[in-house]
């Protein structure tokens, strides 16, 4: 033991007999104690950090909240404890001080995700602010299955389903209706489908966790084969001279040609509107609508009673679960076809904002101007704007800020902090832009910077839109949940003191704005 080298404390390294061992040689005592200490401090730094955040439980921890002053962020230690000072509202961008304009305040909430993705289709449910993801993809596979984010006990879990599944797929979009989730294209994998992107929307029932598959095409050719009497594939073959047959025309106009890179928005509480998109057909520019009162029992009931009492029922082909093309009326503009654009309803207006053609080209209209589409008259135009307005580019997402007549655009372009945040206003007399200021609440090692490929909804009850997945510019996939408090640019009211939950100080949640809010009303 006597001439064993050791390191212990502030003890010099050398020997425990004889004279301290330099091995950098005279003169060099200063540096190597600096190199030494400087070491020691970060490693120790690091582990103090991991063992905080595990020995929590891998939770948050409490601090100045986002939303409150009793949110629970991310890092880690005894929430009882923890300075407010390690939490503060970060200005990455240097923007204005003097800024006068709307503010989104960003955080993340960094626990307990499913794994990193990019284009994964979401959807909030407005009666309790539960956030639905589907799919996706990661460097190596497509996903399947549906998780659900529940904002009130701050909780990611799978849905168990008792039926099949739409299998794997990315770039799908989907919406919620009433206790519904609707779940339309997307890229597939060919071996369970049969092609790359799928025509199909399944609807799945949140009670009984039961997915419904609805192909309309499908089901008119299965009825065309099975009153042909002549084979089992004579509603699919053509006819004399080349012409397909009368089945599979009128199969093809149930519903739209399979797509993914589409938008899809819900328009008057039960009719879904889906614009654009792409296949290995090319690009689409069409748009179509599916009113899910189709499938309901009430509107079933109602056409057996007209049948049965004799009444006109309309055509044919009208008593058919279809979807309807969206065509464009006379003297409309018609909007170039386009993929990864942003889309939103406001009223029964249909925004499109963004987006990029077959040849990559995202200057689809002339500078400032955004495309409207009058759903009820089907009537298109192309409307200008006013204002300093985004960078117009594929991967664009639009929100509805509840009843104001705004819509929040998150844009391709770096904020710092996050993506860039613009607000588009409707109201008379002309849309106008405005830039929104993004500030971070919370760690700084934790801000985000600039996401591409993620997908985001909006929690109008809430005051929140939540971001989920996406790649960041080194390419590195995230499986951190975003919540950008945008509240106040709904003109929610403030939530008075005593309306705020109790958080016990053992306990490690977060209280994001739904949680509140859904338990307020």
């Given at each position: 033991?006597?001439?064993?080298?050791?390191?212990?404390?502030?003890?010099?390294?050398?020997?425990?007999?004889?004279?301290?061992?330099?091995?950098?040689?005279?003169?060099?005592?200063?540096?190597?104690?600096?190199?030494?200490?400087?070491?020691?401090?970060?490693?120790?730094?690091?582990?103090?950090?991991?063992?905080?955040?595990?020995?929590?439980?891998?939770?948050?921890?409490?601090?100045?909240?986002?939303?409150?002053?009793?949110?629970?962020?991310?890092?880690?230690?005894?929430?009882?404890i923890q300075s407010d000072a390690d939490f503060q509202t970060y200005d990455v961008d240097n923007q204005d001080p003097n800024f006068t304009g709307p503010t989104a305040t960003l955080s993340c909430i960094p626990f307990d995700c499913p794994c990193g993705r990019i284009s994964a289709a979401t959807a909030i449910d407005p009666s309790n602010g539960f956030l639905y993801v589907y799919g996706g993809e990661t460097e190596t596979d497509l996903l399947r299955g549906l998780s659900v984010y529940d904002s009130q006990n701050v909780r990611w879990s799978d849905v168990e389903v008792v039926s099949a599944n739409p299998g794997q797929r990315s770039q799908a979009q989907m919406v919620v209706v009433e206790d519904l989730l609707v779940l339309y294209g997307g890229i597939c994998n060919p071996q369970e489908r049969g092609d790359c992107v799928d025509p199909a929307m399944y609807i799945f029932h949140i009670e009984s966790k039961q997915w419904l598959q609805v192909d309309c095409a499908s089901a008119a050719l299965e009825a065309a084969n099975a009153t042909s009497g002549d084979g089992e594939n004579k509603g699919e073959v053509e006819g004399e001279g080349g012409e397909q047959s009368s089945a599979l025309t009128v199969a093809r106009k149930l519903q739209p040609p399979a797509r993914c890179g589409h938008s899809m928005s819900l328009w008057r509480n039960h009719t879904v509107v889906v614009f654009g998109g792409y296949s290995e057909d090319g690009y689409y520019g069409d748009t179509w609508s599916f009113d899910l009162m189709q499938l309901s029992d009430e509107q079933k009931e109602e056409k057996e009673r007209k049948?049965?009492?004799?009444?006109?029922?309309?055509?044919?082909?009208?008593?058919?679960?279809?979807?309807?093309?969206?065509?464009?009326?006379?003297?409309?503009?018609?909007?170039?076809?386009?993929?990864?654009?942003?889309?939103?309803?406001?009223?029964?207006?249909?925004?499109?904002?963004?987006?990029?053609?077959?040849?990559?080209?995202?200057?689809?209209?002339?500078?400032?101007?955004?495309?409207?589409?009058?759903?009820?008259?089907?009537?298109?135009?192309?409307?200008?704007?006013?204002?300093?307005?985004?960078?117009?580019?594929?991967?664009?997402?639009?929100?509805?800020?509840?009843?104001?007549?705004?819509?929040?655009?998150?844009?391709?372009?770096?904020?710092?902090?996050?993506?860039?945040?613009?607000?588009?206003?409707?109201?008379?007399?002309?849309?106008?832009?405005?830039?929104?200021?993004?500030?971070?609440?919370?760690?700084?090692?934790?801000?985000?910077?600039?996401?591409?490929?993620?997908?985001?909804?909006?929690?109008?009850?809430?005051?929140?839109?939540?971001?989920?997945?996406?790649?960041?510019?080194?390419?590195?996939?995230?499986?951190?949940?975003?919540?950008?408090?945008?509240?106040?640019?709904?003109?929610?009211?403030?939530?008075?003191?005593?309306?705020?939950?109790?958080?016990?100080?053992?306990?490690?949640?977060?209280?994001?704005?739904?949680?509140?809010?859904?338990?307020?009303?």
């Amino acid at each position: 033991m006597a001439e064993e080298d050791f390191w212990e404390g502030d003890a010099e390294y050398g020997t425990m007999e004889g004279a301290v061992w330099n091995p950098l040689g005279p003169g060099y005592e200063s540096l190597f104690s600096v190199l030494r200490y400087a070491t020691m401090a970060v490693l120790g730094f690091v582990a103090y950090s991991i063992y905080g955040y595990y020995n929590n439980g891998g939770k948050a921890r409490k601090g100045m909240g986002m939303f409150g002053d009793e949110s629970y962020l991310e890092g880690g230690g005894d929430s009882a404890i923890q300075s407010d000072a390690d939490f503060q509202t970060y200005d990455v961008d240097n923007q204005d001080p003097n800024f006068t304009g709307p503010t989104a305040t960003l955080s993340c909430i960094p626990f307990d995700c499913p794994c990193g993705r990019i284009s994964a289709a979401t959807a909030i449910d407005p009666s309790n602010g539960f956030l639905y993801v589907y799919g996706g993809e990661t460097e190596t596979d497509l996903l399947r299955g549906l998780s659900v984010y529940d904002s009130q006990n701050v909780r990611w879990s799978d849905v168990e389903v008792v039926s099949a599944n739409p299998g794997q797929r990315s770039q799908a979009q989907m919406v919620v209706v009433e206790d519904l989730l609707v779940l339309y294209g997307g890229i597939c994998n060919p071996q369970e489908r049969g092609d790359c992107v799928d025509p199909a929307m399944y609807i799945f029932h949140i009670e009984s966790k039961q997915w419904l598959q609805v192909d309309c095409a499908s089901a008119a050719l299965e009825a065309a084969n099975a009153t042909s009497g002549d084979g089992e594939n004579k509603g699919e073959v053509e006819g004399e001279g080349g012409e397909q047959s009368s089945a599979l025309t009128v199969a093809r106009k149930l519903q739209p040609p399979a797509r993914c890179g589409h938008s899809m928005s819900l328009w008057r509480n039960h009719t879904v509107v889906v614009f654009g998109g792409y296949s290995e057909d090319g690009y689409y520019g069409d748009t179509w609508s599916f009113d899910l009162m189709q499938l309901s029992d009430e509107q079933k009931e109602e056409k057996e009673r007209k049948k049965a009492a004799g009444e006109d029922t309309g055509a044919k082909e009208d008593e058919r679960v279809q979807w309807k093309q969206i065509h464009n009326a006379a003297q409309s503009h018609t909007p170039p076809p386009r993929g990864h654009h942003g889309a939103v309803v406001m009223g029964d207006e249909l925004i499109v904002i963004g987006g990029e053609d077959e040849t990559g080209a995202s200057a689809l209209v002339a500078p400032g101007e955004i495309e409207i589409l009058d759903i009820p008259s089907q009537m298109w135009r192309v409307t200008a704007t006013t204002g300093e307005g985004p960078e117009i580019c594929p991967g664009m997402h639009c929100h509805q800020m509840a009843d104001t007549g705004k819509a929040m655009v998150i844009s391709g372009e770096n904020a710092g902090v996050f993506n860039k945040l613009y607000m588009l206003d409707l109201t008379p007399p002309s849309p106008t832009w405005s830039n929104v200021r993004v500030d971070w609440r919370g760690d700084w090692t934790m801000i985000p910077g600039i996401r591409t490929h993620h997908n985001s909804a909006v929690d109008c009850i809430g005051g929140s839109i939540l971001i989920f997945g996406g790649e960041s510019s080194t390419g590195m996939m995230h499986d951190m949940l975003l919540a950008l408090d945008v509240a106040k640019i709904m003109e929610l009211p403030e939530l008075a003191p005593e309306e705020e939950p109790v958080i016990e100080e053992t306990k490690n949640e977060f209280s994001g704005p739904s949680a509140l809010r859904k338990k307020a009303h």
